[in-house]
């Protein structure tokens, strides 16, 4: 049986069958029609075991977070790829290449034009034209990670102590601020930035 909502100011008043109808009010009616049909989800995975931690899509792929590392998802196939480890990580010896384990992964963001990024809790890690970058050691990178957001040719990267913006180089701001969430502004330009009592800002490029 159909169901609809009254909402009135944003407010959902009521949920009833039998629509559409008008509901009568003091001072005006309200016309109440049928919500969009929603298609029945598909289920990528039935695991009970994996935890999801972020997800992100660009390029006709879904990449899921995962304890161990990233799954991703081609939307246009269905195929479904594990990633946990990186290959053709250079040695500390600087002799040869090694490959190295992702780990838990707590953050996913990517774009066609930036790649994938994924944040561990030691690591910024970067995944772009099959080659793995890590971003370890940088005194404007704070670690680990609480929010990212690619916008352009840049990579926005909130943590506990900072916001830090890389686009070939490292630009720090808000130092001493926890950043809890980084929004693009499609409309006006620029990045919503929400920090923890430290304010809410919005940067503009330029």
Not at 22 to 35: C, L, M
Not at 84 to 103: A, C, F, S
Not at 134 to 143: C, D, T, V
Not at 149 to 155: A, N, V
Request: proline residues 4%; contains cysteine.
């Amino acid at each position: 049986m159909q169901k609809c909502a009254v909402v009135v100011c944003g407010i959902s008043l009521a949920i009833f069958s039998g629509c559409p109808r008008t509901v009568e009010g003091p001072s005006n009616s309200v016309a109440v029609r049928a919500p969009r049909a929603f298609r029945t989800p598909h289920v990528f995975s039935r695991s009970e075991t994996r935890s999801y931690t972020s997800v992100a899509s660009f390029g006709g792929s879904i990449y899921a977070g995962t304890a161990q590392g990233v799954l991703a998802f081609r939307a246009d196939t269905g195929e479904v790829k594990s990633i946990t480890h990186m290959e053709g990580i250079p040695r500390e010896d600087g002799l040869g290449l090694k490959r190295v384990p992702l780990g838990p992964v707590h953050m996913v963001t990517g774009s066609v034009k930036m790649g994938l990024w994924l944040a561990t809790e030691k690591r910024l890690i970067r995944y772009k034209d099959n080659k793995w970058d890590l971003f370890e050691y940088h005194p404007l990178l704070s670690l680990p990670v609480t929010t990212m957001l690619t916008e352009g040719d840049q990579i926005w990267v909130g943590s506990s102590r900072n916001l830090a913006i890389y686009n070939g180089w490292w630009h720090g701001f808000l130092r001493g601020s926890r950043v809890n969430f980084l929004l693009e502004e499609r409309v006006l330009g620029g990045v919503w930035v929400g920090t923890d009592k430290a304010g809410l800002f919005r940067y503009e490029n330029g």
